[in-house]
Structures are given as structure tokens and as C-alpha cells.
């Protein structure tokens, strides 16, 4: 059984640049989230796709949007990158009905360098 | 606003000796508890998770963390810690009824030595 799988594992990109990070959630889970998690801190939460649709997002500015496909699969786009938007982007999938699946599953992730 | 606060940024410990890592946290309404386990450049891997229940939850790995309300406290504990230990716990915690964010401690990075 995949679990969370996400590509690519690592990118280097330049200010100003746009990128594409994607994420396959784990079989049967119907809902993907995006943390953002700079070194040495927790993760912070970008925004969660359910149905297709973004239910909720954190504080984080337009520049980040998302997408989430039919076969639940999510794309994350940051547009006119930023040196500060360097970070592990992690993807977690979880099923929004499962009260015994309250924890999500993570990826592996995506270190995104913005040179 | 919910809230967590993970008490030591770093705990550092000899192997085969026990140890806790402490997790506060503050909200409004009932909360489900978590603790995540990130080994170096890896993702976030469920440990154990509170919902309701018992408040002594058992894990993987070896490790348990109790519930206590009324200190709003889910502190992590093993009594035995390993080498492969070594890594960054986090805490989190999400609203009862809120299937959406999880809010998440800044982490305690636990180094195990020989």
C-alpha cells in the first residue's frame, strides 16, 4: 500500500521564478494538505484541498495557490519566488470521514532551494 | 487562538536511559494530540495520537504520552531510549470537529549518545 508520495525530492530555482510541487496522497485518502516547514521549525500549515476545492488556508499570501485533481492528487504553485520561501514543502493526505485516521500520513517531501 | 508550545528545544541523552519530551498546549474547545517523529531529511511519521479514551496512549517505537487535561499537558516518554532515536519530535494538536489544520509545536531535537 503507497503511501504519501511526492515529487520531485529536491529543486533549486531563482528568485522570481515559478514552481510546481506535486503529491499523490495515500491510497484510499481523499484529502491533501501543504506544510511549509523552514530549517529548524515546525511546520506550518499552507492550505487543504478536499472535493477538488481549497477548505482552508493558512497565512500565507496568494503567491502560493494549489490545485486538487479528480483522483485526489495535488499540485502546489508559488509564483515570483522569495530567498524565504526555501523550505521542506510536506504533503500529508488524510480521510476527512475517518474519525481513526485523525493523523495524517506525510510524504517525504520536497526541499525547495531558491537561489 | 490554539497554541503549542514544546517546553525544550533540545534533549540530549545517554543511550538506554529514559526520557520525556514535553508538550503544553492551549484551546478553547477539545483538541486531539499527536506526536510526530522527523529523522534527518525525512517527512513526518506518526507516533501516536490522542482522540479520547484512555489518556495513557501507547505508540510505536516503544514510546507512550498521557494525556492531562487539567494541566493541558501530552508529554512523550520511552524508558529506554536507542541510538536510532536521534531525531526532531514535534507535537500537534487539531480541534474536535475541525478535520482541517493541524497547529504544531516548534519541535524538540532529541540526541541520543553512547
Known amino acids: 500500500d503507497a503511501g504519501v508520495t511526492q515529487s520531485p525530492t529536491h529543486l533549486i530555482k531563482t528568485r522570481g521564478q515559478q514552481v510546481t510541487l506535486r503529491c499523490s496522497p495515500k491510497s484510499g485518502h481523499d484529502t491533501v494538505s501543504w506544510y511549509q516547514q523552514a530549517l529548524g521549525q515546525g511546520p506550518q500549515f499552507i492550505f487543504q484541498?478536499?472535493?477538488?476545492?481549497?477548505?482552508q488556508r493558512g497565512n500565507f499570501p496568494d503567491r502560493f495557490s494549489g490545485h486538487q485533481f479528480p483522483n485526489y492528487s495535488s499540485e502546489l504553485n508559488v509564483n515570483a519566488l522569495l530567498l524565504g520561501d526555501s523550505a521542506l514543502y510536506l504533503c500529508a493526505s488524510s480521510l476527512v470521514r475517518s474519525r481513526a485516521n485523525y493523523g495524517y500520513t506525510f510524504g517525504s517531501g520536497t526541499r525547495l532551494t531558491v537561489v | 487562538a490554539q497554541s503549542v508550545t514544546q517546553l525544550d528545544s533540545q534533549v540530549p541523552v545517554f543511550e538506554e536511559a529514559p526520557v520525556e519530551l514535553r508538550c503544553n498546549y492551549s484551546?478553547?474547545?477539545?483538541?486531539?494530540l499527536f506526536w510526530y517523529v522527523q529523522y534527518p531529511n525525512q517527512g513526518l511519521q506518526l507516533l501516536l495520537k490522542y482522540l479520547s479514551g484512555s489518556t495513557l496512549v501507547k505508540g510505536i517505537n516503544g514510546f507512550e504520552a498521557e494525556f492531562n487535561k487539567s494541566q493541558t499537558s501530552f508529554h512523550l516518554r520511552k524508558p529506554s531510549v536507542h541510538i536510532s532515536d536521534t531525531a526532531e519530535y514535534f507535537c500537534?494538536?487539531?480541534?474536535?470537529?475541525?478535520?482541517?489544520?493541524?497547529?504544531w509545536g516548534l519541535g524538540t531535537s532529541l540526541a541520543v549518545n553512547p
Open positions: 484551546s478553547s474547545v477539545s483538541v486531539y
Open positions: 484541498y478536499y472535493e477538488e476545492e481549497e477548505r
Open positions: 500537534a494538536v487539531k480541534e474536535v470537529g475541525n478535520n482541517r489544520k493541524l497547529i
